[in-house]
């Protein structure tokens, strides 16, 4: 289906890559749902897109509890009158460290967040989108969901999870009309990026082969084409979107 007039979730869309797919979808005339756990960045960007003339309403959510992501779902089904479309990318990461020096109370809100998070946003969007006959999904991993990322442990396997997992929903709804990709970006200049010194910044992007950092708009375009009818034969599939990184 096309993206005009669906109805689509996104977490974590009161910052970073979340806003701007936000931004792109409604732009694209998306019924949105902004559902993030910071209530105030959330109205932000509904106010945002509002602004804009884009359509668009704030759900608080926390994706790591089971009860708020079901809550979240059913609120959307209220709106919208059904569930078309979701961007499951909330995410945290944590403070590079070897493994052994890793906190266990980092290891669990990444795997709460990231990895629990899709889990949870995945089961509770699929049961709506077997009622309403359709869907698609994206989900967020990272380049660090295909690679290493150095001194990310919990990250890294926790991205990894989510393209295991991924793969693993596309295939059992192959056959149910509804398609579920993961996108996988390597650097982009969010807010918590753009926090760093310009020079560390340059150097990050001296990194990439293409010489530069990805920008959160890059990374919404990609992930509307994964939710468009032009991705219509993609499923179970990781898409990079990381200047080429992962081949350096
Ligand atoms: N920025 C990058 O370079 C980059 C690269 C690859 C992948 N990613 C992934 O993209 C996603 C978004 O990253 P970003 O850099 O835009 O992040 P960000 O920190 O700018 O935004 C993340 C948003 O998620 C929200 N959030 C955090 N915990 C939540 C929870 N429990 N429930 C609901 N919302 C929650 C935050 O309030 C925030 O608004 C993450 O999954 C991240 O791992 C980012």
């Known amino acids: 289906m096309s993206i005009e007039g669906s109805s689509v979730i996104i977490t974590g869309a009161g910052s970073g890559i979340g806003q701007a797919t936000a931004l792109h979808l409604a732009g694209r005339g998306a019924r949105v749902v902004v559902a993030d756990v910071d209530e105030a960045a959330g109205a932000a960007t ?97 380049n660090a969901g295909v690679k290493n990322a150095p001194s990310m442990a919990a990250y890294t396997a926790a991205k990894h999870g989510v393209v295991g997992l991924t793969k693993n929903a596309a295939l059992q709804y192959a056959r149910r009309n509804i398609r579920i990709n993961a996108i996988c970006p390597g650097t982009i200049a969010t807010p918590g990026i753009a926090a760093y010194p310009a020079d560390i910044q340059a150097q990050w992007g001296e990194m990439v082969p293409m010489g530069r950092l990805g920008t959160p708009s890059e990374i919404a375009a990609a992930i509307a084409f994964l939710l468009s009818d032009e991705s219509s034969f993609i499923t179970g599939a990781e898409l990079l979107a990381d200047g080429g990184l992962m081949w350096d």
Not at 81 to 89: F, I, Q, R, S, Y
Not at 111 to 122: E, H, P, Y
Request: aromatic letters at 4%; glycine letters at 12%; hydrophobic letters at 45%.
């Open 46 to 142: 509904v106010d945002t897109v509002g602004r804009g003339g884009g359509k668009a309403t704030f759900v608080a959510c926390d994706v790591s509890d089971e009860e708020s992501v079901e809550a979240l779902v059913r609120r959307t089904v209220e709106i919208y009158g059904g569930l078309d479309l979701a961007v499951n990318n909330a995410g945290v990461a944590h403070h590079p460290c070897d493994l052994h020096e890793l906190a266990i109370a980092d290891w669990d809100r990444v795997m709460a967040i990231d990895l629990r998070g899709t889990f949870l946003c995945l089961r509770a969007e699929l049961r709506a989108m077997l009622q309403g006959g359709h869907g698609v999904i994206v989900n967020m991993a990272s």
